[in-house]
């Protein structure tokens, strides 16, 4: 469902009058199911309103763990490499270190 194609809101509907005729409908049972008409209308646009929220907030914290987990990451691989050169180092000799 696309919100670009939502034709009414609470209000839309609210204030819309309909013309009575002689075999017309019950205008008080009109005007009561439009009552529930706009009370879940207004529902729908407060969920509409949360979930965007959450999608907002989700967006934001996947940023935030792509942009942490890559940073570290780079840290973490840069102290391996370290660490082995060093080992290599300990392990071959003061010749292997030479010929790098």
């Known amino acids: 469902?696309?919100?670009n194609r939502i034709?009414?809101?609470g209000k839309d509907i609210l204030e819309k009058d309909f013309k009575t005729a002689m075999r017309g409908y019950n205008q008080e049972e009109v005007d009561?199911?439009?009552?529930v008409v706009i009370q879940d209308y207004e529902t729908f646009q407060q969920e509409i309103d949360r979930l965007k929220q959450d999608?907002?907030?989700l967006k934001t914290q996947s940023d935030q763990s792509r942009t942490r987990s890559t940073t570290p990451n780079h840290q973490i691989n840069y102290d391996v490499?370290?660490?082995l050169?060093?080992?290599e180092k300990a392990?071959?000799?003061k010749k292997f270190a030479?010929?790098?």
């Open 7 to 9: 034709n009414l809101n």
């Open 32 to 35: 009561e199911f439009l009552d």
């Open 85 to 87: 050169s060093n080992l």
């Open 1 to 3: 469902m696309s919100l």
């Open 98 to 100: 030479d010929t790098e």
């Open 55 to 57: 999608n907002d907030k």
């Open 81 to 83: 490499l370290k660490r």
């Open 91 to 93: 392990v071959f000799g």
